[in-house]
């Protein structure tokens, strides 16, 4: 449980994540959030759709809320923060953070250094546009928290508990590789579940997403719970016939793939290396396929 006792969150931002972050507030607090946008438009829209009330200007903003979320594009944040800094505002939040996951807290100084406690508090999911959904799939999920101090890193974790999330301690000079790692994870497993869906069609198949949905997330779990001990297929067997057969019909039929699966093939077979599970025929015989040409 937190201590802190919400009366008005204020929400910098209008896109999807400052949304959902109004509605995560909602039933925490007596007043309902105010919202700020750079665009007047899509901060009226923004707190229409989700019951906030729009600030009249970032001071009012920051004069009136307990705590401030700021949720802006990774790289409109330093802007973003320059102009509220800029602005001079008097900052009656005991916590002003932003939601961004490649930054920590410094990127939040200029306010630190005009009064308010800072942190960075990242949820570890995806904002699909869906406000109130994603307001209960909060509750559970991990944020990654950076505080300027042992005392924002406290309050961070509060507003985490509120939210119903599990804290997760991110280094501020680790935050970038943080993030990295969670886009590697999500981003890049859209691509390629897309390019096998693509592929599949190439193949003559009507629904691909049907048939690719028991086998990937079986591999999914499979992974979660086992790590690189859950891998199967012909690499994990050192069949290389079987891959140089892909690699040609993938060529000849499926072109676009063809990067795609050189390179993760590749990757994987990097990774049996460094177990050592494969004879060392095996190994040369599959780094001679999987070469880039």
């Not at 201590?3 to 925490?28: E, N």
């Not at 923060?81 to 005991?94: D, Y």
């Not at 939040?108 to 800072?118: I, K, S, V």
């Not at 793939?257 to 599970?277: F, H, I, N, S, V």
Request: include cysteine.
């Amino acid at each position: 449980m937190t201590d802190f006792r919400f009366h008005r969150p204020g929400i910098v931002g209008t896109g999807r994540v400052a949304q959902a972050f109004a509605r995560a507030f909602a039933p925490h607090m007596s007043a309902p959030p105010l919202i700020w946008g750079r665009t007047a438009d899509n901060a009226r829209s923004a707190a229409t759709r989700v019951g906030a009330t729009l600030a009249a200007t970032i001071d009012h903003l920051m004069t009136e809320c307990d705590v401030v979320a700021i949720a802006v594009s990774d790289d409109a944040l330093s802007e973003v923060v320059a102009s509220i800094a800029a602005a001079r505002p008097a900052i009656h939040a005991p916590l002003v953070f932003h939601v961004s996951g490649r930054s920590g807290a410094a990127i939040l100084e200029p306010l630190r250094a005009a009064g308010a406690t800072t942190a960075a508090i990242h949820p570890a999911m995806t904002f699909t546009g869906n406000p109130q959904a994603e307001a209960q799939r909060m509750v559970g999920a991990s944020f990654a928290i950076t505080g300027s101090t042992p005392e924002a890193t406290r309050q961070a974790g509060q507003i985490v508990a509120l939210l119903g999330g599990v804290t997760v301690e991110i280094a501020e000079a680790r935050r970038s590789l943080y993030h990295a790692a969670l886009c590697h994870a999500s981003n890049h497993l859209v691509t390629l579940i897309a390019g096998a869906a693509n592929t599949l069609r190439d193949a003559g198949v009507e629904d691909p997403s049907a048939l690719l949905a028991p086998l990937v997330r079986a591999a999914l779990q499979n992974s979660l719970d086992h790590g690189f001990a859950g891998l199967s297929g012909p690499l994990l067997r050192g069949d290389a016939q079987t891959v140089s057969d892909h690699l040609a019909t993938i060529e000849a039929d499926s072109p676009a793939l063809l990067p795609a699966y050189r390179a993760m093939a590749r990757a994987t077979l990097d990774e049996l290396k460094r177990a050592g599970t494969l004879p060392s025929d095996r190994l040369t015989a599959l780094d001679s396929l999987l070469a880039v040409p």
